[in-house]
């Protein structure tokens, strides 16, 4: 498929046709609502609160720029258009998030795209039913090392450090000295086991051979934590979202070698969490949350609004970061060092174009993939069936249809096919979509999760590829 090829134009076996086409048949909404004028839309409910089952409602966060959705579907008035009063609490890390929302202390809140998923089949805690309607963000991730580990990779293989995106290969390089000379492996950091972080830097060394569970130790560090361990010697680098690489190299301890928007583009970062039970009880206060936060990204993700954005997350009550260094990416510049001028990153943060906020059910797929292959479900499991039950499109769909936002009709695609914009349309409008490359060339089909899955010669996979073919044929 060519850059801006139609996803439909592929050849279509019934399983593609399911993926594809299984949203079309409730646009018919969309063009019902696009009859009508959009202030009587609105003023459906704009300010009212008739036939929500819950107003004040409370929602979590962690202290990333990519809570934006969240806090400005509150600070500039969208939760309350739409009839919510949303109180937010900065949680201290993702692990609280899950168990609050398990337990019905938070309404919903700010998750990592793969914990919906690992919550409901009970990946590193007992199992609670969560899902998503609500895709947060796309981008926003790099890998920070510290000083010395960057020069000693510069040594080891300066060719491959000046490509871009830069490889793990000098890494690699470093790895194998260190165990021909017989020292302790290095420590790197991830937020949380699901996270998209944790996948992204296992996706990195692994494409240059390292085995992320034996070359290397990889530990949990909360987020605001990240830069005071590198300081302190206790990791030699992590993966994080915004401002805490730029915040790194800002103090001049580190430097960024690659973005997650290198590692793939545009891929969906966080999302709007609830838990099954909460959403089956309060359905139309959930579409009420869902419509807030489209509306509130497609504020955030305007240019001239960017810097609000910055000053607003800035705050105590949510980042709680130096303006200067969460207005970088947030602006569309980003710096991987200290004596490096910023390069311009306009996709580094996406809240609103490319469809960043529908919940592709491929997207999904590829994170359960990335569980299996790393030994975190160990069982078989049917992938589509869980992407279906988790990701919700029909709940965003009736969301984006009531406010006559353009919206995807399908509910999956080829990834890691485009490396220039292009048009997606197979939608309620056509909508304009950004590349979507993985930087080491491979592509997932979410018709074919298993054949993607053999695919990945370092693994730690525990689920028999047998009993995966079983379950997903």
Excluded at 78 to 107: C, M, P, Q, Y
Excluded at 318 to 325: E, F, I, S
Aim: aromatic fraction near 8%.
């Amino acid at each position: 498929m060519k850059g801006g090829d139609r996803i439909d134009a592929l050849p279509e076996n019934s399983r593609r046709r399911d993926w594809v086409r299984r949203g079309a048949g409730r646009m018919s909404g969309a063009a019902l609502m696009a009859a009508v004028p959009p202030g009587v839309r609105h003023g459906a409910w704009a300010g009212g609160t008739e036939g929500l089952e819950k107003i004040c409602l409370k929602f979590g966060i962690i202290p990333l720029t990519d809570c934006a959705p969240i806090v400005i579907a509150k600070e500039k008035g969208f939760f309350h258009r739409h009839g919510l009063d949303v109180t937010i609490s900065r949680e201290a890390s993702w692990a609280n998030i899950r168990d609050k929302v398990a337990v019905g202390a938070l309404d919903g809140a700010h998750m990592l795209a793969g914990m919906p998923l690992a919550a409901t089949l009970g990946v590193g805690a007992a199992a609670k039913p969560t899902l998503t309607a609500f895709s947060m963000d796309c981008n926003g991730n790099a890998i920070t090392v510290s000083n010395a580990l960057y020069a000693r990779m510069m040594e080891a293989d300066p060719a491959s450090m000046q490509e871009k995106p830069v490889s793990a290969r000098a890494l690699k390089k470093a790895i194998d000295a260190d165990q021909a000379a017989g020292r302790p492996v290095m420590t790197f950091a991830t937020v949380f086991p699901v996270s998209t972080h944790n996948y992204e830097i296992r996706y990195w060394m692994a494409s240059a051979g390292i085995d992320p569970d034996h070359d290397v130790r990889l530990i949990v560090v909360p987020p605001p934590q990240m830069v005071a361990n590198l300081m302190a010697g206790h990791i030699v680098g992590y993966c994080v979202g915004e401002p805490w690489n730029e915040q790194a190299v800002e103090m001049g301890i580190g430097r960024v070698v690659i973005t997650n928007y290198e590692i793939w583009n545009n891929k969906l970062e966080k999302v709007f969490g609830v838990n099954r039970a909460w959403a089956e009880r309060h359905p139309h206060t959930h579409k009420a949350a869902v419509r807030a936060l489209i509306e509130a990204n497609q504020w955030a993700d305007q240019p001239e609004n960017r810097l609000e954005v910055a000053r607003i997350l800035a705050q105590k009550a949510y980042v709680d970061a130096p303006l200067d260094v969460v207005k970088m990416s947030m602006t569309g510049t980003f710096k991987y060092a200290k004596d490096a001028p910023p390069v311009l990153m306009p996709d580094f943060n996406v809240f609103y174009r490319y469809a960043a906020t529908f919940p592709w059910r491929s997207q999904a797929a590829w994170y359960l993939i990335q569980m299996l292959r790393w030994g975190q479900i160990e069982h078989p499991i049917d992938i589509k069936k869980t992407a279906i039950e988790v990701y919700r499109t029909d709940i965003y769909r009736e969301a984006a249809n009531e406010l006559g936002a353009p919206c995807p009709a399908i509910d999956g695609k080829m990834e890691g096919m485009h490396s220039v914009p292009w048009i997606l349309t197979d939608a309620s409008q056509p909508i304009a979509m950004g590349p979507d490359l993985f930087f080491d060339g491979m592509t997932f089909d979410p018709d074919e999760p298993l054949a993607y899955l053999q695919a990945l010669t370092v693994h730690r996979r525990k689920a028999p590829l047998d009993a995966l073919a079983k379950c997903n044929a």
